[in-house]
């Protein structure tokens, strides 16, 4: 089920949720996406392939195929896009130019793996902060949201660093500032550029 679909400068984003059986949206897709499927064995995932096709379709108005950079990224001759995906939601964003979407179920598994991805200032800042849950998930997906527009190859995200703001992100990042976007919903949140 659509729910939420907005045009944000030059972008548009999705989010849907799943509430489909995989073989309604088989049917839904027509099975144009089923040689996708081949070799994905969870459920879950299924679907997220499915829909997240199916919504890079409706921002393009056209059948799309997705392909594989070596490092796994995925993209779509002449369509800049990111997809994200999380406990039955899926994210797709598409622009004019390189694009990230990160979107992050809300919950407190972030907490046990902090030390590992957080700069020693966001550490500093999220033993001060009262929203401890909402800085760390930010943090996170701001990270992977970045990650997926720079792909490089052995990314610390330790070595990045975010200031949030009240609507806004500014992430830096060997010598460069990223500025993103991130909005609030009941059950998760959604990071991107």
């Known amino acids: 089920m659509l729910i939420f679909r907005e045009h944000i400068d030059d972008t548009e984003l999705i989010i849907w949720r799943i509430d489909e059986s995989l073989e309604e949206l088989l049917e839904i897709s027509l099975h144009h996406y089923d040689h996708e499927l081949e070799g994905i064995s969870n459920i879950t995932r299924q679907k997220e392939r499915i829909i997240s096709r199916l919504l890079l379709e409706m921002i393009v108005g056209r059948k799309v195929e997705v392909k594989y950079e070596d490092s796994g990224k995925p993209f779509c001759d002449g369509v800049h896009f990111s997809i994200s995906h999380t406990k039955n939601y899926v994210a797709v964003i ?11 179920f ?3 598994r972030i907490f046990r793996v902090t030390e590992k991805f957080m700069h020693q200032d966001e550490l500093k800042t999220l033993s001060e902060c009262t929203e401890k849950q909402k800085f760390a998930l930010l943090c996170w997906c701001a990270k992977e949201t970045v990650f997926k527009m720079i792909d490089e190859s052995g990314v610390d995200f330790a070595e990045m660093n975010c200031k949030i703001g009240s609507d806004k992100i500014i992430l830096s990042y060997k010598n460069a500032d990223f500025i993103l976007k991130y909005m609030d919903f009941t059950d998760f949140f959604v990071v991107f550029s």
Do not use: A, L
């Open 94 to 104: 598409v622009g004019k130019t390189v694009m990230g979407v990160d979107i992050e």
């Open 106 to 108: 809300k919950n407190d």
